[in-house]
Nanobody, 123 residues
Framework: QVQLVESGGGLVQAGDWLRLSCAASGRINSWYFMAWFRQGLGSEREFVAAITWGGGNTYYANSVKGRFTISKDNAKNAGYLQMNSLNGEDTAVYYC????????????????WGQGTQVTVSS
């Protein structure tokens, strides 16, 4: 069993940056993925980024590529999402997820979820 807790959200202005953290308890096996999803008001949960726990391979949604960076620290059992050049479309609740997805970008494919952290970008 894996428990995930996100932190680092907040209210920022357009153009600012934030770094989200995902603290994991329990064993994350090397073949797991850790991912970030987000859900805006009235929207479906959408894929943001993912990283393989063992090899560190990364995957990004086109909307964040070049602005966001996903990383991990296996020793700390933690993942991170560095978000630069934020804009209003990035406003959402951001969720950390972990699991062995058959489809990396599908929320339904992840077994473990955090409670989410709110990111609000004002223009």
């Amino acid at each position: 069993q894996v428990q995930l807790v996100e932190s680092g959200g907040g209210l920022v202005q357009a153009g600012d940056w934030l770094r989200l953290s995902c603290a994991a308890s329990g064993r994350i096996n090397s073949w797991y993925f850790m991912a970030w999803f987000r859900q805006g008001l009235g929207s479906e949960r959408e894929f943001v980024a993912a990283i393989t726990w063992g090899g560190g391979n990364t995957y990004y949604a086109n909307s964040v590529k070049g602005r966001f960076t996903i990383s991990k620290d296996n020793a700390k059992n933690a993942g991170y999402l560095q978000m630069n050049s934020l804009n209003g479309e990035d406003t959402a609740v951001y969720y950390c997820a972990a699991g062995v997805p058959d489809t990396i970008t599908a929320a339904r494919a992840y077994a473990y979820w955090g409670q989410g952290t709110q990111v609000t970008v004002s223009s």
